[in-house]
């Protein structure tokens, strides 16, 4: 079985700070960790994935996140916030190996103060 | 290349309704699964389909059903609609690569049930 923390609901950060929104992830077998944006009224995007290979992982509009295995964590940053980076943010863990269900944690609003 | 969509984008209903939600996977994928995200939350998955048969289905009532076409693309069903059945239904496709485990997500329908 397979399950997200996501710690903070809510994160504020002022513009050009760093983001760091926090997965902690947990899985009976090597996972696949994923990050999403969801904007207002609208669907699920891919920020980045890890599936295997380096731990670095660089996704688009500058955010990354590292697998750290001993730690069971994913944590997203971004070295310096834009406004247009305002959003909710989810973490997700699905087993390795094709074909499986996405487990995602409740979320993370992201507000960007200017 | 046609994304993964979705039909119709909002919907009312009322309670003890039934509902059909429209699913068109992403060119080349033969996998779509199913997510309920409820205000505030994280999607939660309801089930998938692979080869027009439930292949995993999530915690949720039989109220909940699904089909496959030979084309690929699905439908979700609710019976006897409740007002906790008020969400945004997000479909996701993957395809035939057995090492990605990337699913592509439709913009969502937002059903709201009266």
């Known amino acids: ?114 | 290349d046609a994304g993964v969509t979705q039909s119709p984008t909002h919907l009312i209903k009322t309670r003890g309704q039934q509902v059909t939600l429209r699913c068109s996977p992403k060119s080349g994928h033969d996998t779509v699964s199913w997510y309920q995200q409820a205000l505030g939350q994280g999607p939660q998955f309801i089930f998938q389909y692979y080869e027009e048969e439930e292949r995993q289905r999530g915690n949720f009532p039989d109220r909940f059903s699904g089909h496959q076409f030979p084309n690929y693309s699905s439908e979700l069903n609710v019976n006897a609609l409740l007002l906790g059945d008020s969400a945004l239904y997000l479909c996701a496709s993957s395809g035939p690569d057995r090492e990605d485990d990337e699913q592509y997500f439709g913009p969502g329908t937002r059903l709201t049930v009266t």
């Open chain 1, 1 to 114: 079985a397979q399950s997200v923390t996501q710690l903070g609901s809510h994160v504020s950060v002022s513009e050009g700070a760093l983001v760091l929104l926090r997965c902690n992830y947990s899985s009976s077998v090597p996972p696949y960790l994923f990050w999403y944006v969801q904007y207002p009224n609208q669907g699920l995007q891919l920020l980045l994935k890890y599936t295997t290979g380096a731990t670095l992982v660089k996704g688009i509009n500058g955010f990354e996140a590292e697998f750290k295995k001993s730690e069971t964590s994913f944590h997203l940053t971004k070295p310096s916030a834009h406004m247009s980076d305002a959003a909710e943010y989810f973490c997700a863990v699905t087993p390795s190996g094709g074909y499986q269900k996405v487990t995602f944690g409740t979320g993370t609003k992201l507000q960007v103060i200017p």
